[in-house]
C-alpha cells in the first residue's frame, strides 16, 4: 500500500532540497517583507557581513548595511524601484560588513505577489563582487596614471582601422594638434591633412607602404596645428590583425618632440658658433706667432740706431725713430694679449690654485698702479672687510685680473675721481672683489658685449686699447673656476665684480668671512695651546695672532709643560712641533689620548718635516692634522678657524 499523500511528501522534500541549496551557495539570500524588514538570512549572509538572523530580523538593510562611502544617490534609485515594484537586475553597491569593512554587493531583487498582486515580500539575491571591483578600480586608476603620463610626455596613440578608415585618437593627440576635442575618432585623410605641407607627401608615402608590406612605421615630421602652429612629432607604429583572421589595425604611437628639436637647433647653432670662435682662436694664434719675431726685431733695431746714431740725427728722425719703437712696444703687447686670450680660452694656460687672501693681493694691485693714479689725480683705496677673506686662485692671474680692472677705471675715470677696491662675502660659497668706480658710465648697448675680443667702446669716433683687456680678464676669471661681471649707470659709475671659489666644503668653515660671528659665538673658546721649543717659531705664531683678540695663545717649550698647561687650561686645541726636547710629537699626543680629561682634545702636528712616511706616522699616532712649515698667515688663520669651529670628536682613536 502507498503513501496516504503522496502530494504532500513530495512538496516536503522540494522544500527540503531547495532549503539545502540556499544554505550551501556562496550567494547572499535575503528576504524581507512587504516594509522591506528582514524575514530571513541564509548562512552565507552572515558569513560575509558578519550579522546573524537573530541580530538583524526585523531591521531593514539599509540601516546597518550602507557605510561613509555608500553612494546615496545609488541607495536613492534602489529604494525607488522598490517602492514601484519593479524587480531589480544586477543592481551593484557598496555595503558594510558588521565590523565596518566595505564590500561589494551585486544584487538581484525579486518583489513576491500575492494573488490579489499585492505584494507580500521581496527575495533578494546578493553577489560578493569586491574582488572585481577591485580589479576594475585599480584598472581606471591605473588608465588614469597612463593617461596623465601620456599628457606630461606629450605622448598620444592612435588606431587605424585598415577597413573602415576611422583612426581613433586618444586625447592627447587632439592636445598636439591644439583642438579642444576629447578622445574620439578621426579619418585617415583629416589627419594626413595635419601634416606640414612641405611634409605631407614624404609621411603619406612611408606609411602607405610600411601598411602595405606589414612594416613597422617610423617618422619624425612637422604638422601644422589648428592654431596655426608648426610643430615636430615622431610617430612609431606596428601592424596587428589580418594573418589571424582578426580586423586589421595599424596602432601608432606619437610623441610631441618639438621642445626636443628646438634644443637640437640651439645646440647645433651653439656648436657652429664654437666652433667658429675656435678657428678664429686659432688663425689669431697663428698670426701672433708670426708677427713676433719681425716685431721684435723692428723694436731692437730702432733701439740700436737711436743708441748709435743718436748725435748724428735730426730732431724729426729721433722723434720719427721713438715712434718706431713705441709703435712696435704696442704692437708686441697686442700679439702678446692675443696669446693670453687664446690660450685662456684653449685652456692651455697651467692655474696654480691655492688659499689666497684676496685683500692682500688688491693691496698689491693698487701700489703697483698708484704712479698712474697719481699722474691722473686719482684716488684709488682698498676698502678692508672686518675680517679675513680667503679665496681659491692662482695668485698671479688674480693680480693680472685686478691690474686690468683697476688700470681701466683709473684709464676711464675723469681727474679727481675716485675707485674703491672691495674684497667681500658674497653670503654663499663664492667670494667676490668689487672693483668700483665713479666715472662716466657704461650704456646699456655696451654690456652685453663688452667682454668679447677686440669689442671697444667708442665715443666721439675714438677708443682707447686692443679691446682683449676685459676678454683676456674673464678667461682668467673662468679658468680659475670664478667669472666677472659688471654693473653700470650713466653718470654715476661702474662696478666689475671678480667671483672666486671660497674655500671647499670641508673648509668652508675656516673662511673668516663669518669671523666676527663666529669669535661672538663661541666667547673664550679660542684657547690654543702651542707646544714648540724654537722661539723664532713661536714669536712668528704670536705675530700672526695679533689682530685676533678671540685666540688666546698659550705656548709650551717641553712634552712635560705642555701636558701640565693642557690640565689646567683646557686648550680647544693643541699645536705640537714633532721635534722637542724631552719628547717627540707622536709620544706627546698619545699621551694626551690616554688622559680621561683630554682625550677629546684634537691635536694639531706642526712640523717642518713633510715627508710622506712622517704624515702618515703622525696621523696614526693620533693627529687630527698634519700642517708644514712654512706656512702663509692666511692659510694657517683659516686652518685654526676651521679646527675652533668643529666641535670635539667623542675619540679620535
Not at 551593484?92 to 551585486?106: A, D, I, Q, R
Not at 663664492?430 to 666715472?439: E, F, M, R, T
Request: proline share 5%; with cysteine; hydrophobic share 40%.
Amino acid at each position: 500500500m502507498g503513501p496516504l499523500n503522496p502530494g504532500r511528501n513530495a512538496r516536503d522534500e522540494y522544500f527540503r532540497r531547495l532549503e539545502l541549496v540556499v544554505d550551501n551557495t556562496t550567494n547572499m539570500v535575503v528576504v524581507t517583507n512587504a516594509a522591506r524588514e528582514i524575514v530571513w538570512v541564509n548562512a552565507a549572509y552572515s558569513i560575509v557581513t558578519g550579522w546573524t538572523l537573530e541580530e538583524v530580523r526585523g531591521r531593514n538593510p539599509r540601516s546597518f548595511l550602507h557605510g561613509p562611502r555608500t553612494d546615496p544617490r545609488a541607495a536613492s534609485r534602489l529604494g525607488a524601484m522598490l517602492r514601484t515594484g519593479e524587480p531589480v537586475r544586477d543592481f551593484e553597491m557598496l555595503n558594510y560588513t558588521k565590523s565596518g569593512k566595505p564590500y561589494w554587493v551585486s544584487l538581484t531583487i525579486q518583489p513576491v505577489r500575492s494573488k490579489l498582486g499585492k505584494i507580500t515580500e521581496y527575495v533578494a539575491i546578493q553577489t560578493d563582487i569586491t574582488e572585481r571591483k577591485r580589479r576594475e578600480i585599480e584598472r581606471e586608476r591605473l588608465l588614469r596614471r597612463i593617461g596623465e603620463a601620456q599628457r606630461i610626455a606629450r605622448l598620444g596613440y592612435m588606431e587605424h582601422d585598415l577597413t573602415t578608415g576611422t583612426v581613433h585618437c586618444s586625447a592627447e593627440i587632439f592636445r598636439i594638434l591644439d583642438s579642444d576635442r576629447g578622445e574620439g575618432d578621426e579619418t585617415y585623410e583629416t589627419l594626413m591633412a595635419s601634416a606640414h605641407p612641405e611634409d605631407v607627401a614624404l609621411v603619406r608615402e612611408r606609411y602607405e607602404r610600411a601598411v602595405n608590406e606589414g612594416l613597422p612605421y617610423e617618422s619624425e615630421h612637422r604638422v601644422l596645428t589648428k592654431a596655426g602652429r608648426v610643430k615636430w612629432v615622431r610617430l612609431a607604429g606596428v601592424l596587428e590583425g589580418w594573418d589571424d583572421g582578426t580586423p586589421a589595425l595599424y596602432r601608432i604611437a606619437v610623441q610631441d618632440i618639438t621642445e626636443h628639436k628646438k634644443a637640437e637647433q640651439v645646440t647645433r647653432e651653439k656648436d657652429l658658433l664654437e666652433q667658429a670662435a675656435r678657428t678664429q682662436m686659432e688663425l689669431l694664434s697663428r698670426i701672433s706667432h708670426e708677427l713676433r719675431t719681425p716685431l721684435h726685431a723692428v723694436h731692437g733695431f730702432a733701439e740700436m740706431v737711436e743708441r748709435q746714431e743718436a748725435g748724428r740725427l735730426s730732431e724729426g728722425s729721433s722723434a720719427h725713430l721713438r715712434r718706431i719703437r713705441d709703435s712696435s712696444r704696442h704692437l708686441v703687447a697686442l700679439v702678446n694679449d692675443i696669446l693670453d686670450l687664446t690660450s685662456a680660452q684653449d685652456r692651455e694656460l697651467h692655474f696654480d690654485v691655492r688659499p689666497v687672501d684676496l685683500t692682500e693681493v688688491a693691496t698689491e694691485v693698487v701700489k703697483l698702479l698708484e704712479p698712474l693714479a697719481l699722474e691722473r689725480r686719482i684716488r684709488v683705496e682698498v676698502v678692508p672687510p672686518h675680517a679675513v677673506i680667503v679665496g681659491r686662485a692662482d695668485r698671479q692671474r688674480l693680480a693680472q685680473v685686478l691690474v686690468n680692472l683697476v688700470g681701466n677705471a683709473i684709464k676711464y675715470s675723469g681727474e679727481g675721481g675716485r675707485i674703491a677696491v672691495r674684497p667681500r662675502c658674497t653670503g654663499g660659497p663664492l667670494v667676490a672683489i668689487d672693483v668700483q668706480d665713479d666715472g662716466p658710465g657704461i650704456a646699456p648697448e655696451h654690456l652685453a658685449r663688452l667682454f668679447e675680443p677686440f669689442y671697444r667702446i667708442r665715443e666721439g669716433g675714438s677708443a682707447e686699447g686692443s679691446g682683449l683687456g676685459l676678454a683676456i680678464a674673464k678667461s682668467l676669471a673662468v679658468g680659475m673656476g670664478g667669472d666677472i661681471s659688471v654693473e653700470s649707470t650713466i653718470g654715476e659709475g661702474s662696478t666689475f665684480t671678480v667671483t672666486l671659489p671660497g674655500l671647499q666644503p670641508a673648509e668652508l668653515r675656516s673662511n673668516t668671512c663669518a669671523g666676527d660671528e663666529r669669535a661672538a659665538r663661541r666667547p673664550g673658546a679660542g684657547v690654543v695651546l702651542y707646544v714648540e721649543d724654537n722661539e723664532f717659531n713661536r714669536l712668528l705664531v704670536e705675530s700672526y695672532l695679533l689682530d685676533r683678540p678671540d685666540i688666546d695663545l698659550h705656548c709650551a717649550s717641553t712634552g712635560a709643560a705642555a701636558m701640565a698647561a693642557a690640565r689646567a687650561l683646557h686648550p680647544r686645541l693643541i699645536l705640537v712641533d714633532m721635534h722637542l726636547p724631552d719628547t717627540t710629537g707622536r709620544d706627546l699626543v698619545r699621551r694626551v689620548l690616554d688622559d680621561p680629561d683630554l682625550r677629546r682634545t684634537p691635536c694639531v702636528a706642526f712640523s717642518a718635516d713633510a715627508g710622506e712616511a712622517q704624515v702618515e706616522a703622525a696621523i696614526l699616532a693620533g693627529f687630527r692634522e698634519y700642517l708644514t712649515k712654512p706656512i702663509g698667515r692666511a692659510e694657517f688663520l683659516a686652518t685654526l678657524d676651521r679646527l675652533l669651529s668643529e666641535e670635539p670628536l667623542a675619540t679620535w682613536m
